[in-house]
């Protein structure tokens, strides 16, 4: 192996502080696709898996779904961590939600919301969604001029968003806010209490609590939403399992934020850092539709999720052995430059953006990307129609979490339009 590779690469690619540093990060992962693409890693507080870095070896191994399953092992948990939760709950699967499962309940499971989020069907809520971005801009304006992006805007209307989906009521906003802060920001203090397991199983059982009340609601008042399609759905006939309900509504509720709000800052973020990207936007805003494939592309929310081999296998040249683990490195497939031309220049009218694997690929395709595809493009085209002179008033900082993660922090300066 070269010596470029830091020695202790295998803590680095582990550790949430990586992930709060975005340079250390794209360093360390650069070197990996170069000098070892798929990378055997040993952490001493982590059971072993292979580093999957380059964008065609995660693209190869996400298709293959026969051989390269979900379950048991989805994300980054360490060995302390995964005991603790088998001694509560008899599993090392947190939830058994529908990235744990494999077919065929995750065709059958899947196929329930399926359509709900299906492209045509999400534009059903273009003009909530419009309404909600408007008063989000409004909302910024009477901040005076400058706001914690991140923490005063972005952080609260793809939660808003999800709200709506699931169809409740706004006043639980903060509650879910906090929970689902606790769930991935758990390994920072700041956001998420810092106690990693402890503080996910915690808020996901106030999570299942809260969700068992909407679901008795749903089965005498139904609605057009989401939890009317969970509190009543069946499977070859019979109820689905209270279990498997959580677990759904969990994964929406949680996965339907946290990742939204880190494309919306960071994309904000890459707009003000780079002055002639933002221009272009402004002089002609049909390329915003396209621009939200190159924030996500840049910002890549998720840093990874870990697929299991069934059989013997090769990845990107190397032996895998049935049972061995993998872990997709999104963020760094997505700035491979064997993908992408010149990967680590953000332009907002990129040509390959859409290529980008930040919502995954194959059968597990993030199920909400059109509905976090509908809601950036909606809330750029109001911030670029109304408000000018964006800039930064301080340091941006980001959540050191090794699983979703994005800024925590970006203060800016900014003049709305219509004043002088
Ligand atoms: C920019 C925003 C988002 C990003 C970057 C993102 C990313 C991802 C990724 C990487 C996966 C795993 C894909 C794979 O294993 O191949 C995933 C799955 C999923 N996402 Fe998202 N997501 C986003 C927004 C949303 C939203 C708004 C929702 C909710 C409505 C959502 C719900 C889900 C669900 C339910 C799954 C599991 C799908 C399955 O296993 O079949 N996500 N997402």
């Not at 399992?241 to 949680?254: C, M, P, S």
């Not at 979490?401 to 002088?420: E, H, Q, T, W």
Request: charged residues 25%.
């Amino acid at each position: 192996m070269s010596q470029t590779l830091a020695r202790n690469i295998d803590d680095i690619i582990t550790d949430p502080k990586t992930y709060g540093d975005e340079h250390a990060y794209h360093a360390a992962f650069a070197a990996l696709r170069r000098e070892d693409p798929v990378h055997w890693t040993d952490p001493p507080d982590y059971r072993p898996f292979w580093a999957v870095t380059r964008h065609a070896d995660i693209m190869a191994v996400e298709l293959n779904a026969a051989n390269f399953l979900n379950d048991p092992r989805q994300f980054l948990v360490t060995i302390a961590d995964e005991d603790m939760l088998f001694e509560q709950t008899g599993s090392r699967n947190f939830a058994r939600n529908l990235v744990a499962m494999d077919n065929p309940d995750h065709r059958a499971y899947r196929a329930l919301t399926a359509s709900w989020f299906g492209a045509k069907s999400v534009r059903n809520l273009e003009e909530e969604i419009t309404a909600l971005a408007r008063e989000t801009v409004d909302r910024m304006i009477e901040m005076g001029g400058a706001c914690d992006f991140a923490k005063d805007i972005a952080a609260w209307y793809p939660l808003r968003t999800i709200m709506i989906v699931l169809g409740a009521p706004r006043e639980d906003e903060p509650l879910m806010l906090a929970l689902s802060q606790k769930i991935f920001g758990n390994t920072d203090a700041e956001t998420g209490g810092g106690d990693g397991m402890a503080s996910m199983v915690e808020a996901s059982n106030a999570f299942n609590a809260y969700f068992s009340k909407i679901t008795a609601d749903r089965r005498t008042n139904p609605q057009n939403d989401v939890a009317t399609i969970l509190a009543t759905a069946t499977i070859d006939g019979e109820p689905i399992g209270e279990a498997e309900r959580h677990a759904y509504y969990l994964i929406i509720a949680a996965a339907g934020h946290d990742t939204t709000s880190s494309a919306i800052s960071g994309g904000l973020l890459a707009l003000i850092q780079n002055p002639a990207e933002m221009a272009k936007l402004r002089a002609d805003p049909s390329l915003i539709a396209g621009a939200v494939d190159e924030f996500i592309r840049w910002t890549t929310p998720v840093k990874h999720f870990f697929r299991t081999a069934v059989s013997d296998c090769e990845v990107g040249g190397k032996q895998v052995r049935a049972g061995d683990n993998l872990m997709m490195c999104y963020p760094s497939g997505n700035r491979d430059d064997a993908a992408f031309d010149a990967p680590f220049e953000f332009r907002v009218d990129r040509a390959d953006a859409k290529k980008h694997i930040a919502f995954g690929y194959g059968p597990h395709l993030c199920l909400g990307n059109a509905l976090a595809k509908l809601e950036i493009r909606i809330l750029f085209t109001e911030i670029l129609a109304r408000i000018d002179d964006i800039e930064l008033a301080g340091q941006p900082a980001w959540v050191e979490a090794n699983f979703v993660s994005g800024l925590k922090r970006l203060p800016i300066r900014f003049r709305p339009k219509d004043r002088a």
